[in-house]
Structure formats: structure tokens, C-alpha cells
Nanobody, 117 residues
Framework: VQLQASGGGLVQAGGSLRLSCAAS????????MGWFRRAPGKEREFVAR????????YYSDSVKGRFTISRDNAKNTVYLQMNDLKPEDTAVYYC???????????WGQGTQVTVSS
């Protein structure tokens, strides 16, 4: 699976961004699609995930209620809608895929999100 992330940028606190992750190479029916982030000087952090097959989702506590993960089956693309952004959301965001939900073996290249206060 090849993943191409996009949509990052600079936004003021309270603003919104939508990240996209276009997948190619395989059908995604057996995959969990995840979003992760890495802030400067910190470990990589889980953000959200979705089972492609049934659309079930799970979020980290830090983004629950503000971020929404979704998918477009026709475009083989997963999205991360980020609302009410905070400076602590500043990070490089990565999308990833895990077959059967076991291990994230496929990663996109990352997209920078910067939230100014």
C-alpha cells in the first residue's frame, strides 16, 4: 500500500484543517487506517483510526470531539478533519495502514500542521 498525505499548513488557534491520505496499490477492506503525529522533541502519538470495512472509529483523548476521521471509498482516501485547533496540535501528521489491524506497516510521508496562538 502506498500512502500520500496532504493538507497540512499554518492556521491560527481555533481554526480548522482537513488532512487527506490517498491510498493506492491495494484494496483497503482489510485495513485499519490511522493518523499519528509527532511534535518537535516528542514521541510519535496516536491520533485516530478507522476500520475501512465498517467505518468504526477510535480517537485519542487529546483530540476527541475536535477531530473526525472519515473515508471516501470511491477515492480510496481517508481524511482527518481537525477543528478547534490548538497550538499543542502542532506536529507532523502521518497516515498509516495496518492490515487486519495488526501492525502499521505502511506509512505516508507526513504533512506539517502548525497552529499559531
Amino acid at each position: 500500500v502506498q500512502l500520500q498525505a496532504s493538507g497540512g499548513g499554518l492556521v491560527q488557534a481555533g481554526g480548522s484543517l482537513r488532512l487527506s491520505c490517498a491510498a493506492s496499490g491495494r484494496t483497503l477492506s482489510r485495513y485499519v487506517m490511522g493518523w499519528f503525529r509527532r511534535a518537535p522533541g516528542k514521541e510519535r502519538e496516536f491520533v485516530a483510526r478507522m476500520w475501512w470495512s465498517d467505518g468504526s472509529t477510535y480517537y485519542s483523548d487529546s483530540v476527541k470531539g475536535r477531530f473526525t476521521i472519515s473515508r471516501d471509498n470511491a477515492k480510496n482516501t481517508v481524511y482527518l478533519q481537525m477543528n478547534d485547533l490548538k497550538p499543542e496540535d502542532t506536529a507532523v501528521y502521518y497516515c498509516a495502514a495496518a492490515m487486519d489491524g495488526l501492525e502499521y506497516n505502511y506509512w505516508g510521508q507526513g504533512t506539517q500542521v502548525t497552529v499559531s496562538s
